[in-house]
C-alpha cells in the first residue's frame, strides 16, 4: 500500500513539473550507506552494496526529466584514511559501479578526482570507462573518486603553473593573466557547465568540500532520507523546489 502511494504522488508531483525549469547539471552527495546499513542491521559493505545499486535508477530520473550532467561524489579524498578493512570492499564495490555504468550504453563516463591517489587497479577501470563510453551521446556522468575540493583547486593551480612554465612564461606574466576563466581551465571538470543543484542525501547540511569552486552559484536540496533509500519522490521533490527558487546571482 505505501508503495502505491509513492507511486501516485510521484507521478502527481512529476505531472506538475517544468522541464523549462529543471537543472541541467545535478551533484549528489550519496551520503549515509554506512548508517542505512547500521539502521537495518547489516555492515558497512552492505550498505555501500545498496548505495552503489540506487545509482542506476538515479540516472533513469535524470534521463526522464532532460538533466544532461550528474556528478556523483562517490569517495572523498578523507574517505582514502579509513581501515583498511572498510576502504577495500569499498573500493572493489565503486569499481563494479562504474564498469555497470560504462557497460549501460547510455551514459557517459568521466572521473573527477586525483586519480593518482588511486590503487592501480581503480584507476585502470577509471580510464577504461572513460575511453569505453567516450563516444555516447547520453548524460555525462561524472564520477567523483578520490575527489577533494581543496585538492581540485590546489591540483587545476598546479597544473597552470606547469602549463605556462613549459611555455616559458615568467611569474610576473603568469600574475598578469591569473583569473577565474583561467583557473577554470585546469578544473577536473573545465568544459562543463557549472552544477545547478547539489543535493546532499542523509540530513547533514553541509557541502564537506564538494565543488567548492563549481557550486557558488548552486542552489543546495538537504534531504533526510540516507543515500540506498532515495527514492523518485525524493528526486522529483529535490526538482521541484529548485524550480520554486528564483536565482537572482547577486543582483
Given at each position: 500500500?505505501?508503495?502505491?502511494?509513492?507511486?501516485?504522488?510521484?507521478?502527481?508531483?512529476?505531472?506538475?513539473?517544468?522541464?523549462?525549469?529543471?537543472?541541467?547539471?545535478?551533484?549528489?552527495?550519496?551520503?549515509?550507506?554506512?548508517?542505512?546499513?547500521?539502521?537495518?542491521?547489516?555492515?558497512?559493505?552492505?550498505?555501500?552494496?545498496?548505495?552503489?545499486?540506487?545509482?542506476?535508477?538515479?540516472?533513469?530520473?535524470?534521463?526522464?526529466?532532460?538533466?544532461?550532467?550528474?556528478?556523483?561524489?562517490l569517495l572523498s579524498t578523507d574517505n582514502l584514511d579509513r581501515p583498511e578493512e572498510?576502504l577495500v570492499p569499498l573500493l572493489s564495490i565503486i569499481e563494479g559501479a562504474v564498469?555497470?555504468?560504462?557497460?549501460?550504453?547510455?551514459?557517459?563516463?568521466?572521473?573527477?578526482?586525483?586519480?593518482?591517489?588511486?590503487?592501480?587497479?581503480?584507476?585502470?577501470?577509471?580510464?577504461?570507462?572513460?575511453?569505453?563510453?567516450?563516444?555516447?551521446?547520453?548524460?555525462?556522468?561524472?564520477?567523483?573518486?578520490?575527489?577533494?575540493?581543496?585538492?581540485?583547486?590546489?591540483?587545476?593551480?598546479?597544473?597552470?603553473?606547469?602549463?605556462?612554465?613549459?611555455?616559458?612564461?615568467?611569474?610576473?606574466?603568469?600574475?598578469?593573466?591569473?583569473?577565474?576563466?583561467?583557473?577554470?581551465?585546469?578544473?577536473?571538470?573545465?568544459?562543463?557547465?557549472?552544477?545547478?543543484?547539489?543535493?546532499?542525501?542523509?540530513?547533514?547540511?553541509?557541502?564537506?568540500?564538494?565543488?567548492?569552486?563549481?557550486?557558488?552559484?548552486?542552489?543546495?536540496?538537504?534531504?533526510?532520507?540516507?543515500?540506498?533509500?532515495?527514492r523518485k519522490v525524493d528526486f522529483l521533490r529535490a526538482l521541484r523546489d529548485y524550480?520554486?527558487?528564483?536565482?537572482?546571482?547577486?543582483?
Amino acid at each position: 500500500m505505501r508503495d502505491l502511494v509513492y507511486g501516485l504522488y510521484a507521478r502527481r508531483v512529476e505531472g506538475r513539473l517544468d522541464h523549462a525549469q529543471v537543472p541541467k547539471h545535478i551533484g549528489v552527495i550519496l551520503d549515509g550507506n554506512r548508517r542505512w546499513a547500521r539502521a537495518a542491521g547489516g555492515t558497512a559493505e552492505q550498505g555501500h552494496k545498496a548505495g552503489a545499486s540506487k545509482i542506476q535508477e538515479l540516472l533513469g530520473w535524470c534521463s526522464e526529466t532532460d538533466v544532461e550532467v550528474v556528478t556523483l561524489w562517490l569517495l572523498s579524498t578523507d574517505n582514502l584514511d579509513r581501515p583498511e578493512e572498510e576502504l577495500v570492499p569499498l573500493l572493489s564495490i565503486i569499481e563494479g559501479a562504474v564498469r555497470d555504468l560504462a557497460a549501460d550504453g547510455r551514459w557517459r563516463v568521466h572521473h573527477v578526482g586525483n586519480r593518482d591517489l588511486l590503487p592501480s587497479r581503480t584507476q585502470t577501470v577509471l580510464k577504461e570507462a572513460e575511453r569505453d563510453t567516450e563516444g555516447v551521446d547520453g548524460i555525462l556522468v561524472n564520477v567523483a573518486v578520490g575527489y577533494g575540493g581543496r585538492q581540485e583547486i590546489a591540483d587545476a593551480v598546479r597544473s597552470l603553473l606547469l602549463d605556462h612554465a613549459t611555455k616559458g612564461s615568467s611569474f610576473e606574466e603568469l600574475a598578469e593573466i591569473v583569473d577565474i576563466d583561467l583557473i577554470s581551465e585546469h578544473l577536473y571538470t573545465r568544459g562543463q557547465p557549472d552544477p545547478d543543484l547539489v543535493i546532499r542525501t542523509s540530513g547533514e547540511q553541509r557541502l564537506s568540500g564538494f565543488m567548492l569552486w563549481q557550486s557558488a552559484h548552486s542552489e543546495y536540496y538537504f534531504c533526510e532520507v540516507f543515500w540506498p533509500a532515495f527514492r523518485k519522490v525524493d528526486f522529483l521533490r529535490a526538482l521541484r523546489d529548485y524550480a520554486a527558487r528564483h536565482r537572482r546571482y547577486g543582483n
